[in-house]
């Protein structure tokens, strides 16, 4: 039985999805970020607060306190990214990579998407949801500028490639859809890129993505 510890507002979401789209059941047991309780004003530590990233059953699955988390008959797993890849091996169908070589292509994009483009597309999303202020939008340029390049190598891949690998919507999709969405409220970023924008609005398209997020808006910002 797979179980997954994370909230629909992580990077669990990615995962989510996954699972969606391999119509597989699974539990997902709420573990919620111990940084959301604090701005509620909850000590993630109490005794009656819910549980979350610094709870101590948490850190015997997560040393490093961080969601999602994957457990499978008896396999602790973490990193989103890897939960990913193994859900796709071990489930297979046509988003699994086929053979040795797709598979080192959706590690590549994976390792791509994690180390140059989450980061700062993760800076423009928080900095947009704070609202417009000032410093927020030095944020924002400033973290859209270190985009370019990657963005740009994106672009160029989807210029001559309809999906991340293989030339069908993958788990490498996911993955990266995943990443490059932190930065969509950037719209004039996003407008530079059609190619990007193109591919990645038709994997939100998809019956699993607008699943996940319907569930994403049920929970607490
Ligand atoms: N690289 C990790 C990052 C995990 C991570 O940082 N998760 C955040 C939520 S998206 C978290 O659990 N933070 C816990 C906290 O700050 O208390 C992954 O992709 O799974």
């Known amino acids: 039985m797979i179980t997954l510890y994370g909230m629909h507002r992580s990077r669990a979401t990615r995962n989510l999805w996954l699972l969606h789209e391999l119509e597989a059941e699974f539990t997902l047991k709420p573990v919620v970020q111990a940084y959301r309780l604090e701005a509620r004003g909850i000590d993630p530590s109490a005794a ?3 549980f979350n990233t610094r709870s101590a059953e948490f850190l015997k699955l997560s040393p490093a306190g961080a969601i999602p988390v994957l457990e499978d008959e008896g396999l602790i797993l973490s990193e989103s ?3 990913n890849l193994y859900l796709a091996r071990k489930l297979g169908g046509p988003l699994a990579p086929r053979d040795a070589r797709e598979e080192a292509q959706m590690v590549q994009w994976a390792l791509y998407g994690a180390t140059a483009i989450e980061e700062p597309a993760l800076e423009i999303m928080f900095a947009y949801a704070k609202g417009e202020t000032e410093g927020g939008q030095r944020i924002i340029e400033a973290n859209a500028d270190k985009l370019q390049r990657p963005f740009a190598a994106l672009e160029a891949h989807l210029e001559t490639h309809s999906h991340m690998v293989g030339g069908r919507f993958t788990v490498a999709d996911i ?3 995943e990443i490059v969405r932190y930065a969509q409220p950037h719209k004039a970023l996003m407008a530079a890129y059609p ?3 193109g591919w990645l609005e038709l994997c939100q398209a998809r019956p699993a993505f607008k699943k996940m997020w319907a569930n994403r808006e049920t929970e607490p910002a």
């Open 48 to 50: 009656d607060a819910p």
């Open 195 to 197: 190619r990007i924008t």
């Open 175 to 177: 993955n990266m859809a």
């Open 81 to 83: 990214l890897a939960i």
